[in-house]
């Protein structure tokens, strides 16, 4: 498999760890995006939809939207289980994974940054509280939904789940923001758990082989 991704992506970030956690080898093929590379024609019949991630299947087929490919992932594969067995176990899963992709990514992505500043002229600071103001709303949400729900060492049960995908690079980026986490005492130690997890490692920013200095 093919992995086009850039390593400061939250939505690739998600994949990798996916990937690592189901011991998966993949092609790791860096698009970077902060460069504007996805919006050349070189990559127009690769990245369908102009972003990252891509996956792409060993018989050429590509999936895209990291939540999609997860599940696929998951469905398909063998190795660690991302979802419970059980519905309502899915269900508080997807919901924890969806305060952090549906909530609070589409309205701090890269994309809508730049609109933010280049468009509509807004300064870095004033932009920056907005991310911030975005990320510590939604992970409040997430801190009352991890203390409404079962208890473990991750954010559903002792092992990593498709919500702790999503969590961890929620936290590198707001990390990169300066965002408060103060407060968010069982959100933050889910983070530290996962971070002593050897997927995550593998598949954080500065592991990867297009990573800055």
């Known amino acids: 498999m093919k992995l086009y991704n850039y390593f400061r992506s939250s939505a690739s970030f998600r994949v990798r760890i996916a ?8 092609e790791y093929v860096p698009v970077h995006i902060a460069k ?32 999609a490919i997860i599940e696929y992932l998951d469905e398909t594969q063998p190795g660690a289980r991302l979802l419970p067995t059980d519905a309502l176990g899915r269900a508080r899963v997807r919901a924890l994974a969806q305060i952090v992709a549906c909530e609070i990514h589409p309205i701090n992505n890269l994309r809508v940054l730049k609109y933010l500043t280049r468009e509509l002229k807004v300064e870095d600071e004033p932009k920056n509280v907005w991310y911030r103001h975005w ?18 060492r991750f954010c559903h049960g002792d092992t990593p789940t498709l919500a702790d995908c999503c969590l961890v690079p929620q ?19 889910v983070f530290e758990q996962c971070m002593q997890h050897e997927a995550f490692q593998k598949a954080q920013p500065s592991a990867c082989p297009d990573a800055e200095a």
């Not at 102009?50 to 792409?56: F, H, K, R, S, T």
């Not at 990320?135 to 473990?152: D, H, I, S, W």
Request: cysteine-free.
């Open 171 to 189: 936290i590198f980026n707001g990390q990169r923001f300066n965002t408060d986490f103060s407060g968010l005492t069982r959100t933050m130690a």
């Open 36 to 67: 504007g590379e996805h919006k050349q024609a070189a990559w127009a019949g690769v990245l369908t939809e102009g972003l990252v991630p891509a996956l792409e299947l060993d018989d050429g087929t590509r999936l895209t939207q990291s939540m």
């Open 135 to 152: 990320v510590r709303e939604g992970l409040e949400a997430f801190e009352r939904q991890l203390a409404a729900g079962p208890t473990g």
């Open 19 to 26: 990937l690592h956690l189901k011991g998966l080898p993949f």
